[in-house]
């Protein structure tokens, strides 16, 4: 039996079959982060966070709805990624011009509608892009908001539509952690300039030299293929974060 | 009466208090309740502790402590720990030997061969812990600038309910591969024969296995196994010892934080393994690496 959906489902899929012979595959829901160093080439991770978040409109498990941005270019990494949300195009998903196409359904465009009004009465900033939306259709314009914590239901569940959540962090540890803060671990992608070059870290030193020694050692959002273990994924943040930070790495008795 | 034989007939008899295995430590339940072991002819061998919740819980938290540790060790210095296992239980052979005869009702040369099995067994997943990766993971060829790799990763805190029948060569066939990965785990000691397993601790806590990797309760089994399965930071969880009954609410339970699950199946445990008890604990994780190549778009992404 495979399954992609819901967590909710995939939980009820496997209590159903408990205790039987079936094989189960589950592919559910992800809250994925993407994590932004203040060395970081800002425009090629604004490029990779609107791919992560706005493609297909959000509506993908491995989404990168979650931004964590070091604090030192919080402000610089905004006004770039608004500047580049400016430009996104919607409409027409068949035109091969079209940015951001329309939600599946009426029902997914108010569960969206409903979380985002939610974020906002929970104080987070909501801003969206001028644009207009076409007439018809079940539209939702590309929003990302500001000011939001770990607590806050828009950090926390899927929306599965084009809403980014941006969180800020001080040093790696807190990034790591703030990104495994998540139920819903699936994907993740690291933005820094240092990294690959540098890094002496432990089993993965092969893999790094074999990429690139110079230019950017930032990860596109990684797909996990076991999709059912939040541990996974939680750990994934972990293990690049290894490959990517010789800091990291002189601290690699603790987690 | 020479004086060596009255020695001997004064001397008090010392029997061993079998203690649980967790966190490196050889506690008690905190229950402070022991149940009755006897051999397979029904005669009292010695009591053993009868573990609770909270003891199960103590156990995950030991466990989860130890897996940034052990996870993150090189795949070689695992293997090494796996091996050093093995030469500490070939020093104390004798005593194995003796446990498992009387708990299944061996003969001595049969238990002697179970035990050299269980040694084998040691070394042989000691040899697969930095080899696995090379057959389960690798580089994937992808439409795009990237250097796309896949390799494999522990899956975190596993819970293990031993085979009922098979208490010691079955014990480590089911423990072996699951920390050989980097796993770490809580096993649940044959109800009927724990003794082997709880030995078995005392044997892990002086081979260089950082203490909570490998912990040991012993009790009655779905006392045990239920909130194992329930619990929120166990990651998998091995039914092999529960009968169909208990797997299947063991299973329901596991579902509520999508838990692996290895379903009881039958193994002959005399013969080598496959890898598949390896592999039935490590998640894959995918790595994209830009290659820094310039792409259609004239960019590298």
């Known amino acids: 039996m495979a399954f992609t959906g819901s967590t909710a489902v995939g939980k009820a899929i496997a209590r159903q079959i408990a205790g039987s012979h079936k094989k189960v595959t589950l592919e559910l829901g992800g809250k994925g982060a993407n994590i932004v160093f203040d060395d970081a080439p800002i425009d090629q991770a604004v490029e990779g966070i609107v791919s992560g978040i706005f493609f297909n409109q959000g509506q993908v498990c491995c989404a990168g709805s979650r931004l964590l941005v ?5 402000d610089e990494l905004l006004d770039s990624l608004k500047r580049r949300l400016s430009t996104l195009r919607l409409g027409d998903p068949l035109d091969k011009n079209t940015d951001i196409g329309a939600i599946n359904s009426a029902e997914q465009l108010s569960r969206i509608t409903t979380l985002v009004d939610q974020g906002e009465a929970e104080g987070a900033e909501r801003w969206s892009p ?7 259709g079940y539209w939702f314009a590309p929003t990302l908001f500001t000011n939001v914590t770990q607590a806050h239901t828009i950090a926390r569940d899927e929306i599965f539509g084009p809403v980014l959540s941006v969180l800020t962090f001080r040093t790696p540890d807190e990034a790591v952690a703030k990104a495994n803060n998540s139920p819903y671990g699936l994907s993740a992608g690291i933005w820094t300039e240092k990294g690959s070059a540098s890094s ?17 050692s930032s990860t596109r959002p990684r797909r996990s293929a076991g999709t059912r273990s939040r541990a996974s994924a939680a750990r994934a943040v972990v293990t690049a974060w ?3 930070s010789p800091r990291r790495a002189r601290r690699a008795s603790d987690k | 009466m020479s004086a060596a034989e009255k020695s001997e007939q004064q001397r008090l008899s010392v029997f061993k208090t079998y203690k649980l295995y967790v966190g490196g430590k050889f506690p008690r339940s905190e229950s402070g309740r022991v149940y009755e072991v006897s051999d397979s002819k029904g005669k009292w061998l010695a009591n053993a502790p009868q573990s609770s919740r909270k003891d199960a819980r103590d156990a995950v938290v030991a466990a989860r402590k130890a897996f940034g540790g052990w996870s993150g060790a090189t795949a070689y210095n695992r293997g090494q720990v796996l091996y050093r296992v093995a030469e500490m239980l070939e020093g104390r052979k004798e005593q194995f030997v003796r446990e498992v005869a ?10 002697a061969a179970v035990v050299d099995a269980a040694i084998d067994r040691w070394v042989w997943y000691a040899g697969w812990t930095d080899k696995i990766a090379q057959i389960v993971g690798g580089g994937n060829p992808v439409a795009g600038p990237y250097f796309n790799l896949s390799s494999p990763e522990p899956t975190g805190v596993v819970t293990v309910l031993a085979p009922q029948e098979s208490s010691f060569l079955g014990l480590v066939s089911v423990i072996a591969p699951v920390i050989a990965t980097g796993n770490t785990v809580i096993v649940i000691a044959s109800e009927k024969s724990p003794l082997p397993a709880l030995s078995l601790g005392e044997v892990l806590a002086t081979s260089d296995l950082p203490g909570g990797v490998v912990n040991v309760l012993s009790g009655r089994t779905a006392e045990i196994a239920a909130p194992l399965a329930a619990h929120q930071d166990v990651n998998a969880i091995d039914l092999t010892g529960a009968d169909e009954a208990l ?5 329901i339970a596991a579902a509520d934080n999508l838990k692996r699950v290895l379903r009881p199946q039958p193994v002959d445990y005399a013969r080598t393994p496959g890898i598949e008890r390896l592999t039935a604990f490590l998640e894959t994780k995918t790595v994209w690496h830009p290659t820094g190549s310039l792409g259609a778009s004239g960019s590298s992404y």
């Open chain 1, 130 to 136: 001028a644009c207009e939306l076409p007439s018809s």
């Open chain 2, 102 to 111: 009387d708990a299944e009702g061996l003969s001595k040369s049969k238990a």
């Open chain 2, 247 to 251: 797997a299947k609410e063991l299973e």
């Open chain 1, 70 to 74: 070091q604090e030192s270019i919080h």
């Open chain 1, 200 to 216: 002496p870290s432990r089993a993965s030193s092969a893999r790094v030299s074999s990429g690139p020694t110079r230019s950017t």
């Open chain 1, 242 to 244: 290894r490959r990517t």
